[in-house]
């Protein structure tokens, strides 16, 4: 298989990339990017997707995020398929399942990464359909069209083991990992795991490790927001605080971190945009660090 220089080199830095979009999941990140650097080459099994995974672990550490930004920096922006699988718990909805796989092969013009969230609320015969996805790469549509899913990545996730992970504050990584995969091994079909290309387990995110994505997510607010309208926008350390006050928890991961960074950020460039500014200046909390102000270089 040819590949080029630009290619090749986006493969050899893919693990540091990817570890700089998912903090806090090195081991997880690491294991990803060997499967995904072997399917970029071609030297994954002929007839099969390019690889699969199974993510396990507790909800807002990063197997959603993970699966978007390994899908937009290898195969381009818009091109995951993202199914919720408490949607499709009775036969009846099968049909349904496969219109929607159907549709997003065609929206991704042949090429993309079919995510089949919470897979242990599938009902069987949904599973039956997924087996057959990775066990030939082959789906029968509508008119009886053959989907041919070798250029794809298949990603499931499922939350097994969630309270084991949260509950193992000390406990080595590879402790946990191989409880995990034993809790996961009794709940699931073991089919699923004869077919996948690995079983992956994400970590919680312990309290330094969010305070680092609260940063993260500043940052990428702020950019954003500067690459939409043209701001010109800075933030001082007690921003960041003010997100960790609001949106840290032990349980939920960077979900309402995330939220948390969304909703300050937008509120004070709404005040901001409301009172006649520009949106523009330096973002600082408020002096009972509950709410974030934009202030001008001049009143910082």
């Not at 057959?132 to 509508?142: K, S």
């Not at 009794?186 to 004869?194: C, D, G, T, W, Y």
């Amino acid at each position: 298989m040819r590949i080029s220089d630009e290619d090749r080199q986006k493969l050899r830095e893919l693990p540091a990339w990817l570890k700089a979009q998912i903090i806090g999941q090195d081991n997880a990140v690491e294991l990803v990017a060997e499967r995904l650097q072997h399917g970029e080459l071609g030297l994954t099994f002929p007839g099969r997707p390019k690889a699969s995974f199974l993510f396990l672990g507790p909800t807002g550490v990063g197997k959603t995020e993970l699966s978007q930004q390994f899908t937009t920096h290898l195969l381009g922006s818009s091109k995951l398929v993202r199914l919720d699988m408490s949607e499709y718990q009775t036969p009846d909805r099968v049909p349904l399942l496969i219109d929607r796989i159907a549709a997003g092969f065609e929206s991704c013009k042949g090429i993309g990464t079919l995510l089949f969230d919470e897979i242990e609320k599938a009902h069987r015969q949904v599973l039956d359909i997924l087996l057959q996805l990775l066990d030939a790469a082959r789906l029968t549509a509508g008119a009886n069209r053959i989907l041919d899913f070798t250029p794809w990545y298949v990603v499931l996730t499922s939350n097994i083991g969630a309270q084991r992970i949260m509950a193992m504050r000390k406990s080595k990584y590879e402790t946990m990992e191989r409880l995990v995969r034993q809790d996961a091994q009794r709940e699931l079909r073991p089919e699923i795991f004869a077919r996948v290309t690995a079983t992956v387990v994400f970590d919680k995110l312990d309290y330094d490790t969010q305070c680092r994505i609260a940063d993260a997510m500043v940052q990428k607010e702020l950019a954003g927001q500067t690459a939409r309208h043209a701001f010109e926008l800075s933030s001082s350390r007690d921003v960041v605080d003010a997100v960790i006050k609001r949106g840290y928890h032990d349980r939920l991961g960077a979900r309402p971190m995330r939220d948390a960074t969304e909703l300050l950020v937008r509120n004070a460039l709404a005040a901001d945009l409301l009172a006649g500014g520009d949106g523009s200046g330096r973002l600082l909390a408020t002096v009972t660090g509950s709410k974030l102000k934009l202030c001008s270089p001049s009143s910082d």
